[in-house]
């Protein structure tokens, strides 16, 4: 096992979800979480979202490689303390909501949402 092996802390490091418009994707994600995504001069087709290290992010993404999809991996975005207010601003930014709200003993709160593009996006809350 090697260092890095050892110190791993997280199966999850990165992701990226892709978008057809960045620009629409970026203002759904900023209306739905209502705080905005951090935008770097040098990588103009990234907007990612807030973390604290050694905590986890990702980004949304444009460019090759990078098709929206409904059927593929599903991954869960943090809101703690905040699904509700998350989910109620969904549909106004341009989403749907897939599976609503649903209590998974000893995971938390879980829902499905379609963003901008079309993606199959999960929302997670722990209490």
Same mark, same amino acid.
């Given at each position: 096992?090697?260092?890095?092996?050892?110190?791993?802390?997280?199966? +999850?490091?990165?992701? $990226?979800? *892709?978008?057809?418009?960045? &620009?629409? !994707? =970026?203002?759904?994600?900023?209306?739905?979480? @209502?705080?905005?995504?951090?935008?770097?001069?040098?990588?103009?087709?990234?907007? +990612?979202?807030?973390? $604290?290290? *050694?905590?986890?992010?990702? &980004?949304? !993404? =444009?460019?090759?490689?990078?098709?929206p999809? @409904?059927?593929?991996?599903?991954?869960?975005?943090?809101?703690?303390?905040?699904?509700?207010?998350?989910l109620?601003?969904?549909?106004?930014?341009?989403?749907?909501? =897939?599976?609503?709200?649903?209590?998974?003993?000893?995971?938390?709160?879980?829902?499905?949402?379609?963003?901008?593009e079309?993606?199959?996006?999960?929302?997670?809350?722990?209490?």
């Amino acid at each position: 096992m090697t260092t890095a092996e050892q110190t791993a802390t997280s199966t +999850i490091t990165w992701f $990226e979800i *892709p978008a057809a418009d960045f &620009a629409r !994707a =970026v203002r759904f994600y900023e209306a739905i979480f @209502a705080s905005p995504l951090l935008h770097l001069g040098d990588w103009p087709n990234l907007a +990612i979202f807030p973390y $604290e290290r *050694p905590g986890i992010s990702g &980004a949304i !993404a =444009v460019g090759e490689g990078h098709r929206p999809c @409904a059927d593929g991996t599903v991954i869960y975005l943090n809101c703690d303390g905040r699904i509700d207010q998350v989910l109620a601003r969904v549909e106004k930014a341009g989403g749907s909501i =897939v599976e609503p709200k649903n209590h998974i003993p000893n995971v938390g709160w879980v829902a499905q949402i379609y963003d901008s593009e079309g993606n199959r996006v999960g929302l997670h809350a722990a209490a």
